[in-house]
């Protein structure tokens, strides 16, 4: 059982940045890959990043390619989400999950999830 718990977000102008963090505890961190989605009101959840176990391979939305960056730090158990040139579109609750998978971006394959931060970007 692994419990997560996502922090850092809130409102931002666009243009701006925000960095969210995912504390995991529960088990072994570095035995999950670790990825950010995100749900905006009126629409399906969404892949946003992912990381592997190891931290050496990453993937991201074709929408957030270039400005987010994802990244972990299995020393400490947690899991980030650098967010840069945030638009109006970026706005939306962003989950952090955890797969039992090497590496994925398949949402199904995630099978811990937080309860999510809200990320709001005024124009």
């Known amino acids: 059982q692994v419990q997560l718990v996502e922090s850092g977000g809130g409102l931002v102008q666009a243009g701006g940045s925000l960095r969210l963090a995912c504390a995991a505890s529960?088990?072994?961190?570095?035995?999950?890959?670790m990825g950010w989605f995100r749900q905006a009101p009126g629409k399906e959840r969404e892949f946003v990043a992912a990381v592997s176990r190891s931290g050496s391979t990453n993937n991201y939305g074709d929408s957030v390619k270039g400005r987010f960056t994802i990244s972990r730090d299995n020393t400490k158990n947690t899991v980030y989400l650098e967010m840069n040139g945030l638009k109006p579109e970026d706005a939306a609750v962003y989950f952090c999950?955890?797969?039992?998978?090497?590496?994925?971006?398949?949402?199904?394959?995630?099978?811990?999830w937080g309860q999510g931060t809200q990320v709001t970007v005024s124009p």
């Open positions: 999950a955890a797969s039992p998978f090497v590496f994925t971006t398949q949402s199904g394959r995630y099978i811990y």
């Open positions: 529960g088990s072994t961190f570095s035995n999950y890959c």
